[in-house]
């Protein structure tokens, strides 16, 4: 069925379709009897090739004010085609097909979409489905989406989340982050098991590269929110930690310190945070109903 003059919202002489006019979509689909479809092209490009390689195409900078796309096809046809992209509540929920929600959510639980897991936790955020979302922002942990070098591959998705769900990501984040460090600052007051390289009773070292490796750790998860650094030679190598390694016991004259010994209580206990993440010990922490 067409859509008519009344269902449309005809503001600024500019008719857009009630169904798909998102206030921050960004991209506008127009049909061939003049009906504007405001949507989202992260969610058009992984349905459709076409679209993929469309928004391959570099932008002007700072160019907002994007013409509408036109299909060449009624309103209709585009409706139809938008119900089948968006398993949204105006599509599959309306007409009772929940087999293609399940098949969606289940999809939304393996591996295969890793590289556009923050997609995918938007997708499942606006939703409401809270399992799926906690899955694809663990995934998200080994993305930068902090950085400026990144902004215009994660920003145009990161715009679109409501502030729960922004929230709830950078949560994630935070927690892991805490965790680690405070694993920094145990190790500077001698209370972690197989710190010492020595076998010496009462071993306590003062040094101000406990701080250092402190602020390194917590430095480096802002670019690495999986913890990965830890796992590279290129972190405990770094000249910011050499003092560690050179510190002596002074009744054995051995090395008080080994890197490695100190790499395997990182991993150890990153490990520990990810196995507890997955077993959803910190699910109701993250996504818990605000009171």
């Known amino acids: 069925m067409e859509?008519?003059?009344s269902d449309v919202d005809q503001s600024h002489q500019t008719k857009y379709h009630p169904s798909y006019n998102s206030p921050d979509g960004d991209i506008t689909l127009l049909s061939d009897d003049g009906v504007n479809f405001r949507v989202h092209?992260?969610?058009?490009?992984?349905?459709?090739?076409?679209?993929?390689?469309?928004?391959k195409i570099p932008q002007p900078k700072g160019d907002t004010n994007v013409d509408p796309l036109p299909m060449g096809e009624s309103s209709a046809v585009i409706k139809a085609m938008l119900d089948i992209i968006y398993p949204a509540d105006d599509a599959a929920d309306r007409f009772d097909m929940g087999r293609v929600n399940h098949y969606?959510?289940?999809r939304l639980?393996?591996?295969?979409?890793?590289?556009?897991?923050l997609e995918y936790y938007a997708l499942a955020s606006a939703y409401g489905w809270d399992e799926e979302a906690y899955i694809q922002s663990l995934k998200t942990l080994s993305f930068n989406i902090s950085s400026h070098a990144y902004a215009s591959i994660y920003e145009p998705?990161?715009?679109?989340?409501?502030?729960?769900?922004?929230?709830?990501?950078?949560?994630?984040r935070w927690q892991l982050k805490s965790r680690i460090v405070q694993v920094a600052r145990d190790l500077e007051a001698g209370d972690v098991g197989g710190m010492w390289e020595c076998a010496c009773d009462g071993q306590v070292l003062e040094?101000?590269?406990?701080k250092v490796l402190a602020s390194y750790v917590s430095e480096e998860f802002d670019g690495f929110a999986n913890g990965s650094f830890l796992r590279m030679s290129e972190f405990w190598n770094d000249e910011r930690l050499l003092k560690l390694w050179e510190y002596k016991c002074p009744d054995c004259n051995s090395p008080w310190l080994k890197k490695e010994n100190l790499q395997k209580?990182?991993?150890?206990?990153?490990?520990?945070?990810?196995?507890?993440?997955?077993?959803n010990r910190f699910k109701e922490?993250?996504?818990r109903q605000e009171e």
């Open 3 to 5: 859509v008519t003059d």
């Open 41 to 55: 092209s992260f969610i058009l490009s992984k349905a459709s090739k076409f679209f993929r390689e469309m928004m």
């Open 104 to 106: 969606v959510r289940l």
């Open 109 to 117: 639980q393996t591996d295969i979409f890793n590289d556009r897991a």
């Open 157 to 172: 998705i990161l715009k679109v989340l409501d502030s729960a769900a922004l929230y709830h990501l950078f949560k994630l």
């Open 207 to 210: 040094a101000m590269e406990w």
């Open 265 to 279: 209580i990182f991993i150890h206990e990153l490990d520990n945070a990810f196995n507890a993440a997955r077993r």
């Open 285 to 287: 922490l993250i996504f």
